[in-house]
């Protein structure tokens, strides 16, 4: 689940690269690279001639890879061997394709990471994936079941073989070979040299790229939990002394104190203190600040940890341009992206829990005093509609719940002849990520429409200005009758969040 960010004309990358640059060259900007960056990659590259020419027996550079490290290379075999790298890590075990937007940010990723200058390729390499991005050019990318998070070796490789003249990509809505699209897009592929191979798949680049469309989405997806919950607890008449000052103050916790801000913000105006029903509502509504300001603490967690590894430097082995040698490293593991991903989605299906909790009250008439399913006796059919979406709801929390399992507690298989015998599982739980914010998107978009039908009850609600902008969205969102399926198709969280912050 990702969602877009407005691109603009030109970003320029040197070394430190924020997530919301990456966005934005996911969406379709321009990249350029600053000369620094080209010239530390080029200071690398000059390290790792020096050492192939001391005839410095080096992991990856004139040995084999994994198991294989046992067998020496000669001069004669690098051209071949750096080829095959590619050719031989390209696995493909899923026929479902990355989308456009996710080819985009593996893509920056890498160049990301290219530029830190621990990698050791020509410029020339970062130059083309620049290139590629700039004139369009989008290998396929078929990612799913086929890394375990030590590199995302075989996702980068589908990306590299285009970049050799293999593989498919996606031109100008037209699917063509690789090296047809290049010579299409007036690009060249290119010859890889000594440890340019592994120098291009030895990353993260897949796991961080997607990691951080996710963690933008997420954001929206937060925010849109707020302006639910400030929409039912309107349609509830609940009490609002949950939002008191002096409940925050009491637990000085920065994620409560932001989430606090923003509930009151979209309250402001509102004549709910004057509605409240109850001495103290249920737990769903009661708690909304705490639990949603823990998840905000979690997305902050979650986007640190996205950006250092956005910055890192991956590559085995590691080029030390000081000391001018290759260091064996083991900064491409990927379980700080594990344990991230993996709190983050549990903290989604917190997120979706109180939500289908605050829907259930807001339809059990003895909870909300409006009638049962929000529907008049005469209007059957809007009662079982929405019946049916609680109902959907309640499925919704239990795939959230499978899914909120964590991929770091996965038992990881000796391969390699047991060389490789640790793997963090991140991949697997960057893609669970984005199903568990595809899952939240829908939860977000039926509280919204239950608290709306909720509202229409409501004939003495006042409610506040920035809730009155979403009310009015609503409206234009919601079919006359009701059909479920194409409210949610029209339904656009970037939408909501940025007519709540208009008023």
């Not at 920056?108 to 200058?117: K, T, Y």
């Not at 490293?329 to 917190?350: I, P």
């Not at 298989?413 to 939240?440: I, K, R």
Request: glycine letters at 6%; aromatic letters at 4%.
């Amino acid at each position: 689940m990702v969602s877009a960010t407005p691109a603009p004309e030109t970003v320029i990358w040197n070394q430190a690269i924020t997530l919301q640059d990456l966005c934005r060259v996911a969406s379709g900007a321009e990249l350029r690279l600053a000369p620094e960056a080209l010239e530390r990659i080029a200071a690398a590259r000059e390290v790792v001639e020096d050492v192939l020419h001391a005839g410095t027996v080096v992991y990856g550079l004139n040995t084999g890879l994994g198991s294989l490290k046992k067998y020496a290379l000669n001069e004669e075999q690098l051209l071949e061997f750096n080829a095959q790298v590619i050719t031989s890590h390209a696995v493909s075990l899923s026929q479902q394709e990355l989308g456009l937007r996710g080819v985009r940010a593996v893509m920056a990723a890498r160049v990301a990471g290219l530029v830190q200058g621990g990698s050791g390729v020509r410029p020339a390499l970062a130059e083309l994936l620049v290139g590629m991005l700039n004139a369009g050019v989008h290998p396929v990318v078929r990612p799913n079941h086929t890394s375990l998070g030590e590199s995302d070796l075989a996702p980068i490789a589908q990306i590299a073989l285009v970049m050799i003249g293999l593989g498919e990509a996606d031109y100008r809505d037209e699917r063509l070979p690789g090296a047809l699209a290049l010579a299409k897009a007036g690009l060249h592929p290119l010859t890889l040299q000594a440890k340019e191979g592994l120098g291009l798949v030895s990353a993260q680049a897949y796991s961080v790229g997607m990691a951080a469309l996710h963690m933008e989405c997420a954001q929206e997806i937060l925010d849109a939990f707020d302006i639910a919950a400030a929409y039912s607890l309107e349609g509830f008449d609940g009490n609002p002394s949950i939002l008191e000052p002096v409940v925050t103050r009491g637990r000085p916790l920065p994620g409560q104190a932001r989430r606090a801000d923003h509930l009151r913000a979209l309250l402001e105006g509102s004549n709910l203190p004057t509605r409240a029903r109850n001495l103290q509502d249920p737990l769903s509504f009661r708690c909304m600040v705490q639990v949603h300001g823990a998840c905000d603490e979690v997305l902050h967690f979650a986007r640190s940890q996205v950006q250092s590894l956005l910055n890192a430097q991956t590559d085995n082995p590691a080029v030390d341009v000081q000391e001018r040698r290759l260091i064996v490293s083991g900064n491409f593991d990927g379980t700080a992206l594990a344990l991230a991903t993996d709190t983050l989605r549990l903290s989604l299906h917190r997120l979706i829990v109180m939500s289908v909790q605050r829907v259930s009250k807001l339809v059990w008439s003895e909870f909300s005093g409006l009638p049962t399913a929000l529907a008049a006796p005469r209007d059957a059919e809007l009662g079982m509609t929405l019946n049916n979406a609680s109902r959907s709801m309640a499925s919704t929390a239990a795939r959230a719940h499978v899914l909120a399992q964590p991929c770091s507690l996965s038992i990881t298989p000796n391969t390699t002849e047991g060389t490789d015998d640790y793997c963090s599982m991140a991949p697997n739980g960057v893609e669970m990520l984005g199903e568990q914010l595809a899952l939240a998107r829908t939860v977000v978009a039926l509280e919204l429409l239950f608290a709306h039908h909720a509202l229409s009850w409501r004939t003495e609600a006042q409610i506040s200005p920035s809730l009155a902008q979403v009310q009015r969205q609503m409206q234009a969102w919601l079919p006359a009758p009701l059909r479920v399926n194409e409210y949610i198709g029209r339904f656009s969280l970037e939408q909501l969040v940025k007519v709540a912050a208009e008023a």
